[in-house]
């Protein structure tokens, strides 16, 4: 997860900054006491979530908003009363009021992560993907899929109820795949949200044993605790 901090007080950015260090689903932290460079930075780059400070000499919190960035967002701010403000844009998850503690930071954390676990999967469902079925391409909606299996030079894609069976590599498929899909062993990519039963080196999915390599373990836990 990609986070960036804007504050004009260089030490709540050393806080927040040293919070994020504490939560190993944060791998990048950006930080800026500047609004302006705040804007150029969400212009140039992606990331997941932005704490925003409200109150910023040079550009308000307002003004960032109001340029709509996809990222999620919790505000921090001296001024109680923005929490009724803060209804008025969806990407809110939650508002810190200074002074900040631990306890209370990860608290919106936990919200933010559930935020972009959310939107994720709406965007999933609203980029489905194209495969070819023999002479034609077929639409696919990511969410159904149970998962894929590599069967030499064909991926079967796997459904509750049907399966298809299309010309393509998993390595090929799998940059295209959003975030609650997994590798869990050279030949299966599973869909997180599809798991019934996790067993010591395994998963099932529709009453189908897939196994789970060890090289692919960490990074599945990991994730399925990202998403809970």
């Given amino acids: 997860m990609k986070c960036l901090i804007v504050d004009d007080d260089p030490l709540i950015c050393d806080l927040l900054e040293h919070f ?33 400070d409200f109150n910023l000499p040079d550009i308000t919190g307002r003004d960032i908003l109001d340029l709509n960035p996809k990222s999620a ?7 109680k009363d923005f ?11 939650d508002y810190l009021v200074k002074p900040i503690n631990f306890p209370r930071f990860m608290k919106g954390f936990l919200k933010a992560k559930n935020f972009i676990a959310s939107s994720q999967q709406e965007q999933a469902n609203e980029s489905p993907l194209f ?5 034609k391409l077929v639409k696919i909606s990511l969410d159904q899929v149970a ?3 590599s069967e030499a030079n064909y991926i079967s894609i796997v459904f509750k109820n049907k399966k ?26 599973i869909n997180l ?17 897939i196994p789970v390599s060890q090289r692919y373990t960490p990074e599945l836990l990991k994730k399925i605790d990202l998403l809970n």
């Fill in 73 to 79: 967002v919790i505000m921090v701010t001296s001024n």
């Fill in 193 to 209: 949200n599809m798991i019934d039963v996790i067993h010591n080196g395994a998963v099932e999915i529709n009453k189908d044993h």
């Fill in 20 to 52: 994020c260090s504490k939560i190993d689903e944060i791998n990048s932290v950006t930080t800026t006491v500047s609004g302006f460079e705040s804007i150029n930075l969400i212009n140039n780059s992606s990331f997941d979530l932005i704490f925003l």
């Fill in 164 to 189: 298809i069976l299309t010309l393509m590599a998993l390595k090929d498929l799998e940059p295209k795949l959003p975030d609650f899909f997994q590798r869990v062993h050279r030949s299966y990519i």
């Fill in 147 to 149: 998962y894929f299996k």
């Fill in 131 to 135: 495969i070819k079925e023999g002479g």
């Fill in 83 to 93: 929490a009724l403000d803060s209804y008025n844009y969806p990407q809110i998850v």
